[in-house]
C-alpha cells in the first residue's frame, strides 16, 4: 500500500515518535509499505511520522533500489557515533521542490533494530551518513530546516504560505 507523505505544516512532523514495542507481521508489513511509498515519492528516505504514524521506524535505501543489499530498516534509531563534517544540499519529501545545504557529519554510526526487534549497528559514511542524522531527526520532530538558518528558514516558510494559500501545498 502506497500511503500520501504528510507535508510540512502537519504537526506529526513536529513531534517526538513513540518507541515500537511490538514487532510482529503488522509491522514488517508497515515496513514494506513504507519503502513503496519512498519509492513511489523517488525518495532515498522516509520516516514513520511522514506517512502520519507517530512511532520511530525509518527505511533507507540510497542507491534507489539500485542495490538490494542497501535497504535499510531503521527501528528505534539511535545515533551512537558521529565523526567528521560534510556539507551538502539536503531535501526532504514532507518539503516538497525545495533544497538547501546542510552540514552534517561525514560518518556515522547507528544503532537500531531491524523489522524482527534485532539490536545492530551500522556505519555510513557520504549520503548514508546524511541519511542517518536526517531521518532519525525526524523521529525527534526536527527537520533539516531547524539546520539552517533563521533568515532561510523564514524565507522558505514564507513561501510554503504561499504555497498553500495557493492551494498548491498538502494533499
Ligand atoms: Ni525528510
Partial sequence: MIYPIVKYGDPVLEKPAAPVEVFDDELRKLLEDMFESMYAAHGVGLAAPQIGISKRIAVIDVTFKE???????????QIILTEGKQKGS???????DFREP???PQRVTVRAQDGTGKWFEKTG???LARAFMHETDHLNGRLYI???S?????????????LVKAG????
Fill in 67 to 77: 542495490d538490494p543489499s542497501a535497504k535499510l530498516v531503521l527501528v528505534n534509531p
Fill in 150 to 162: 533563521a533568515l532561510k528558514r523564514d524565507l522558505m516558510k514564507r513561501k510554503i504560505r504561499k
Fill in 168 to 171: 498548491e501545498w498538502g494533499d
Fill in 125 to 127: 559514511e557520504d549520503m
Fill in 146 to 148: 531547524h539546520h539552517i
Fill in 90 to 96: 539536503e531535501g526532504c519529501l514532507s518539503i516538497p
Fill in 102 to 104: 546542510v552540514t552534517r
